[in-house]
């Protein structure tokens, strides 16, 4: 158990819907990150919020958006859903921000499109 | 731009044998590597990492890693594969906002 914990663990929902995960980072974390793992892409960093405020972009598409509670619980949402956004959604959390501190990752919410 | 090749979507190994994933980077800086072991159904989890110091670094389970600059590599081993080390193994490079890019990732298969 690494201690972050996401919901929900799976997720099924048809294309054009709006959903979001969630996702609870280790107790004293403040850096949270998401990863989507897919098939066709493999594992991609998507966003990263630092003890509230986004720090880094990667691949995220307009349709997704995030964002970190002042509790430090994060949310991602994915609106106007396409097929190819079925995915693993993993999300990550690190200790400070200013060293290379291990990323603990939750189990992952399975979304699938249909 | 930090990047990462694992050689090899699947390995075969029988048990008792020699691991051996491999891991290239490309880094314009001096780079953190990270090996991370996905179990079925489950999260990824840290088994070693290089950040500074020593170029062999010891994980969990018996994984080993040596840091190679003139080779750009960051290979893992196990001197002796184990039935439980089956899983998927993926290589990282940290870059300067800490987020990991990750290889394609190589499936392990261990033979009895």
New interface residues.
């Given amino acids: 158990d690494?201690g972050?914990t996401q919901t929900p663990k799976h997720l099924i929902t048809a294309t054009g819907q709006r959903v979001t995960l969630r996702c609870s980072p280790r107790s004293g974390d403040l850096?949270v990150?998401w990863?989507q793992q897919s098939l066709d892409q493999?594992?991609?960093?998507l966003i990263?919020y630092y003890n509230g405020e986004e720090?880094?972009k990667?691949n995220i598409l307009e349709r997704f958006s995030a964002q970190q509670f002042p509790d430090l619980h994060s949310e991602l949402n994915l609106s106007s859903l396409e097929l190819g956004d079925s995915a693993l959604y993993?999300c990550?959390s690190?200790s400070g921000?200013s060293t290379?501190n291990?990323?603990?990752?939750?189990?992952?919410t399975r979304l699938t499109v249909l | 731009a930090q990047s990462v090749t694992q050689l090899g979507s699947h390995v075969s190994v029988s048990e008792g044998a020699l691991v051996l994933l491999r891991c290239n980077y490309s880094s314009s800086v001096p780079p953190?590597l990270f090996w991370?072991v996905q179990y079925p159904n489950?999260?990824?989890?840290?088994l070693l990492?290089y950040?500074t110091g020593a170029t062999l670094v010891k994980g969990i389970n018996g994984f080993e890693a040596e840091f190679k600059k003139s080779e750009t590599s960051f290979h893992l081993t196990k001197p002796s594969a184990h039935m439980s080390d089956a899983a998927e193994y993926?290589c990282a490079v940290?870059d300067s906002?800490?987020?990991?890019?990750?290889?394609?990732?190589t499936r392990l298969l261990v033979r009895p």
């Fill in positions: 690494s972050v850096s990150y990863y493999g594992l991609q960093f990263q720090r880094a990667g993993f990550a690190m921000g290379y291990e990323q603990f990752f939750g189990p992952g | 953190y991370y489950q999260g990824l989890q840290l990492k950040t993926f940290g906002s800490y987020k990991l890019i990750f290889g394609s990732g």
